[in-house]
């Protein structure tokens, strides 16, 4: 009786001890980790989570830096999705953060485009084509409605309309 | 014109939960009426206490959980599991073994899990091992059937349900002389203690194949079982593999040496075989979900009861057997998906 | 023509009430000519077609109202005579659902006055021409899933075998059964004519095995054709052995992998009244104007099959048929099990329109309450295609996209069998049908974000790159200028000599 109960109790803490000590030496593979987490994300590298991409955010959620709801395009299931798989709570969506939303897209008004080209090297996914002096436009298909070319035309002529139109 | 529309199919479901449990329970009708003509009113008081307590307890725990007890309760499993249960339990047990067991049965491996389709184990099987461990003496207290040249002693209703309730016999009665040992008790302990097979065999409890009485109420519920086949309420593919994951190492190890172990026959009409065969192990909740799952886990569940009645500690393993491939159902699915059609 | 039993079992399936007798009991109503066509340009798998009459304009039956432009689409005709009242926008049945789309609204003048003869092209020699022909003949697949029967029919992978599928097996439809009766010979030389199309070795005609007066007729009209490549296999009554993939399996043995039609293994399905309807086209001329529908259900007062011009509104149809008898709970289009339930009698049958059921209350589904699923794996031993809808319910309802592709959502034909067994009640093909739309939206989320990850990484890479280049030089500079004094001195030198000449040339223009 008593010999098995030291032997249990004795399997029960070491193994635990086991599980611990790997949780703690071994890197826990925090770069497949944030891979993972990365493709939760919708990876649209809209930046409005605060990081200037998906991998960066997938890297500080991964690291335990930065909350789990802070990318506004994923949404409630993202948030949900994430949890999930990070064994964390589900929390509210961080609604301060923005609205960019996967079902718009950019689209340059070419009467007022001045063929200035500075939305061309701000945009993460080249999805704006153009040389300066002529009329820059959106590749539909490509573009994911991040809104960060739009702060940069000088003459406001980006707006947003929705995928489908 | 306009309609109301509703969304398809629309040809009427042809199976229903209620209706499924409801064959289960009159499959059970007739061995239940044999219990009583053998054993005595002790099984019927047993049902009783045992439905009772189950549908209390499921009630309670459904109102715990805020769900609606409405639905639950009229589909008839609760039911089921107190009839399983009753059929383990022995005759002479006092009132408070069936109630603890449905109680354990519904609260413990149904509700714990998530409720109905939810369970892991089989609820009835649950509770009766709950009452096996806990109570082993109890659990023994097994009379001999109503057999014209028997030497049997039968409580009438009356003095049976008080007995139950206050524990109270009747002055010129004891416990020892109203219980015996059964057919699977006898033939273990006779097996261990030398004797071959079938000196233990020319026993006054024995009859053709098996113990007498046991042989009439296994009968009726095979009898049961092809009715639920008959109805399709339950699928060839466990019974048959149970059967033959028992009968077959049976009848290899009994051609191998008929003196140390019982013929196939016996194991056949003895115990929860054919019980379990065709009510307990087919619950389809605990069981594995494909066709071809469900002949490795009925396989399974017969091999392993053979094993325990053979070298086990216990006389049937049937309980055991079917809580240990309750547990391997996961893996057993996992590996015996059906290929989709049109994919490798 | 030989008669066989396929020795295979069907996967999975049904044995489900029939309730077809009936609308068997009589012949197939013909000669029902309707007041108004409401004729949708889309009534078939692919492009609109374009309209190329006028508001206003008199057509005649068999005359041309919609162009087939494109490869895979098939032109409309008008079924009777009339004024072209209207081209608008309505809603129609399609395949799945209700659609809304542009429809050709004529007001029929009841003397249903066809083409002057002659005036449709004879069957031209050149196989390009006829599956041209077919096209502009309107046909598309019968069988409901109105698929161009041209673009079926046309070269591609060699075919195997061409199946006429007459198994008909969903509860209330009639319409085949009755037509394989009544234009068994039709049919035949239908097949025969696409055989020959096909260049196909072999023909085989389906029939389930619960409509003996139609086997009877197709193997005598079998014999009198005298073609020797043609075979009658009787299926067993159970449902969904119709469905084309189940249908191939029974009939082969070969399964269609999941990733391809049919015909791309060799395989190509018809429907009988296709094959009928072809035969009218090559021998008499007359392009689709009509299919036969049956209308059926407890709710209808003379249950039947009615051969009806394309574009008949419902309502005109139920009045064809005595109109409807007590209360009619849900108004289906299609059969029981995979029809869908029409909020009005407004709309037109189409192309692919096969049967309709006025059903009374205690015909269909009423109850919607749900319990737990209880794992009974009655689901999975029902579905044809394998799958265990229990774990795909579970996956659809947790939103678990990984799992739904493993476990086969999109190999799910909606066939309603798990749904009608299940003892729970749960409404797993309503479960199945959302999660489709909901996982092909994910997959092409999936595909987006993936794409725009890559395109990102580029982005950054260049970036990356660009200011490396920069740095390069200048570093590449700074390193010359520091570490070689002549250099450094010639660099100098250079710079103001480059000053004296611009000074020079500055006072030279002055
Ligand atoms: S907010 Fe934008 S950049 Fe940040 S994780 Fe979401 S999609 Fe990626
Ligand atoms: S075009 Fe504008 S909105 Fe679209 S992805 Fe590029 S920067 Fe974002
Ligand atoms: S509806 Fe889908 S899952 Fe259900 S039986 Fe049919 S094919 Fe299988
Ligand atoms: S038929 Fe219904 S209850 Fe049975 S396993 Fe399938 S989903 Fe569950």
């Known amino acids: 009786m008593l010999i098995g109960t030291v032997v249990l109790a004795g399997l029960a803490l070491g193994l635990c001890a086991v599980l611990v000590l790997t949780d703690r030496l071994l890197p826990a593979g925090r770069d497949r980790v944030a891979e993972q987490v990365e493709s939760l994300l919708p990876r649209i590298q809209c930046a409005q989570c605060g990081y200037p991409g998906c991998r960066p955010y997938a890297e500080a959620i ?51 485009c001045i063929g200035c080209n500075r939305c061309v090297p701000v945009c993460p996914v080249d999805a704006v084509v153009g040389v300066q002096q002529t009329i820059h436009a959106v590749i539909a298909a490509h573009c994911t409605g991040c809104e960060i070319c739009l702060a940069h035309c000088p003459v406001d002529c980006i707006d947003l309309i929705p995928r489908d139109a | 014109m306009r309609f109301d529309v509703a969304p398809g ?182 097996l261990r203690s030398a004797q071959t097979y079938s000196e233990i065999r020319a026993g006054s409890l024995f009859g053709g194949i098996a113990g007498r009485g046991w042989e009439w109420i296994n009968s009726f519920i095979a009898l049961g079982g092809l009715y639920l086949l008959y109805t399709g309420t339950i699928r060839w593919q466990i019974p048959i593999m149970l059967l033959v994951g028992l009968l077959f190492p049976a009848t290899l190890l009994w051609l191998f040496d ?43 569940i017969g091999f392993l009861t053979y094993c325990i009645r053979t070298w086990g500690g216990y006389p049937d393993g049937m309980a055991f057997s079917v809580l240990l491939m309750n547990s391997a159902v996961p893996l057993i699915d996992r590996y015996t998906r059906p290929r989709i059609y049109g994919r490798d | 023509m030989l008669e066989y039993t396929p020795d295979r079992r069907p996967t999975g399936g049904l044995r489900l009430p029939a309730h077809k007798e009936a609308s068997t009991a009589q012949p197939i109503a013909r000669g029902f000519v309707p007041r108004t066509l409401v004729l949708a340009l889309q009534q078939h798998q692919g492009p609109p077609t374009t309209p190329v009459v006028r508001r206003g304009e008199r057509v005649l039956r068999g005359q041309v109202v919609a162009r087939a432009r494109a490869l895979r689409s098939a032109a409309v005709h008008a079924s009777t005579s009339g004024h072209v009242r209207a081209i608008e926008d309505r809603l129609v049945p399609s395949v799945h659902a209700v659609h809304r789309t542009r429809c050709i ?130 299926i067993p009554t159970i449902y969904p052995t119709g469905g084309e993939r189940q249908l191939v399996e029974m009939l082969t043995g070969e399964e269609v992998p999941s990733t391809h039609y049919p015909s791309e293994i060799g395989y190509i399905c018809q429907n009988v009244g296709t094959a009928f ?11 689709l104007l009509s299919r036969v529908v049956t209308v059926a259900g407890d709710g209808i007062a003379r249950p039947q099959n009615v051969e009806t011009p394309i574009g008949t509104p419902i309502g005109e149809l139920i009045e064809f048929c005595g109109g409807y008898r007590g209360d009619v709970d849900r108004l289906i289009l299609g059969g029981s099990m995979m029809g869908y339930a029409l909020p009005n009698d407004e709309m037109p049958i189409t192309k692919g329109s096969n049967c309709l059921i006025a059903a009374a209350r205690t015909e269909v589904r009423q109850d919607f309450s749900e319990r737990f699923c209880i794992r009974c794996g009655n689901c999975g031993t029902a579905c044809p295609a394998r799958l265990l809808p229990q774990e795909l319910l579970r996956a659809a309802r947790d939103n678990d996209h990984a799992l739904l592709d493993e476990f086969g959502l999109t190999d799910c034909i909606e066939c309603g069998c798990c749904d009608v067994i299940c003892p729970s009640h749960i409404p797993l093909t309503e479960v199945f049908r959302n999660a489709k739309f909901a996982h092909a939206r994910y997959q092409r989320q999936e595909v987006f974000s993936a794409e725009t990850q890559q395109r990102f990484r580029r982005h950054e890479e260049r970036e990356r790159a660009d200011v490396q280049r920069g740095k390069d030089l200048q570093d590449q500079i700074r390193h010359e200028v520091e570490t070689d004094e002549p250099a450094r001195q010639q660099a100098i030198e250079a710079a103001i000599e480059r000053a004296r000449q611009r000074r020079s040339q500055d006072t030279d223009s002055e």
């Open chain 3, 277 to 287: 309807a072809v035969h009218r086209l090559v021998r008499a001329g007359e392009p």
């Open chain 3, 105 to 234: 609204v004529i007001d029929a003048d009841g003397e249903d006055e066809p083409l002057p003869p002659g005036a449709g092209s004879a069957w031209p020699e050149d196989p390009e021409k006829q599956l041209k022909s077919i096209r502009d003949g309107g046909i598309v697949g019968l069988g409901g899933g109105v698929f161009p029967t041209a673009e079926k029919l046309g070269p591609q992978t060699p075919c195997k075998v061409l199946i006429i599928n007459g198994v008909e097996c969903e509860p209330y439809i009639s319409c085949d059964d009755m037509l394989m009766r009544e234009a068994a010979a039709e049919i035949v030389d239908g097949a025969l004519i696409m055989r020959e199309l096909l260049a196909a070795p072999e023909c085989i005609v389906a029939v389930e095995r619960d409509k003996p007066q139609a086997i009877e007729a197709l193997l005598e009209a079998g014999r009198a054709s005298g073609d020797a490549s043609l075979r009658l296999a009787d």
């Open chain 2, 9 to 190: 199919p629309h040809t009427a479901p042809i199976a229903s939960v209620p209706i499924t449990m409801r064959r289960v329970l009159y499959a059970l009708a007739p061995a239940a009426l044999a219990h009583v003509w053998f054993f005595g009113s002790g099984f019927a008081i047993n049902f009783v206490v045992a439905t009772v307590t189950a549908l209390a307890a499921e009630a309670a725990v459904l109102r715990l959980r805020r769900r609606p007890t409405r639905v639950p309760l009229n589909d008839c499993s609760a039911i089921v599991t107190a009839a399983l249960l009753s059929f383990a339990i022995p005759p002479l047990a006092p009132w408070w073994i069936p109630a603890f067991g449905a109680f354990c049965a519904i609260v413990v491996a149904k509700h714990l899990y998530g409720g109905l389709g939810r369970n892991l184990f089989n609820p009835a099987m649950v509770g009766y091992v709950v009452l096996l461990i806990s109570f082993p003496a109890e659990l023994t207290q097994w009379i001999p059937p109503r057999m014209g040249d028997l030497d049997y002693q039968h409580l009438a209703f009356l003095a049976h349900l008080s007995y139950s309730l206050t524990g109270a016999l009747p002055t010129d009665v004891t416990v020892d002389a109203l219980t015996r040992a059964t057919p699977l008790d006898l033939v273990k302990e006779g």
């Open chain 1, 62 to 112: 991964a690291a335990g830096e930065a909350d789990i709801n802070r990318c506004p395009p994923g949404g409630e299931d993202t948030v949900r999705r994430l949890a999930e798989f990070l064994g964390r709570e589900v929390v509210a969506l961080d609604t301060t953060l923005g609205s960019a939303s996967m079902n718009r897209v950019a689209r340059i008004d070419e009467h007022n």
């Open chain 2, 258 to 300: 008929p003196d140390r172990f019982a013929t196939p026959g016996f194991h056949l009409f003895s115990g929860a075989t054919l019980l379990g065969a065709f009510f307990i192990a087919t619950d389809p909740v605990s069981a594995a979900e494909s066709d071809r799952g469900r002949l490795i886990y009925g396989a399974g």
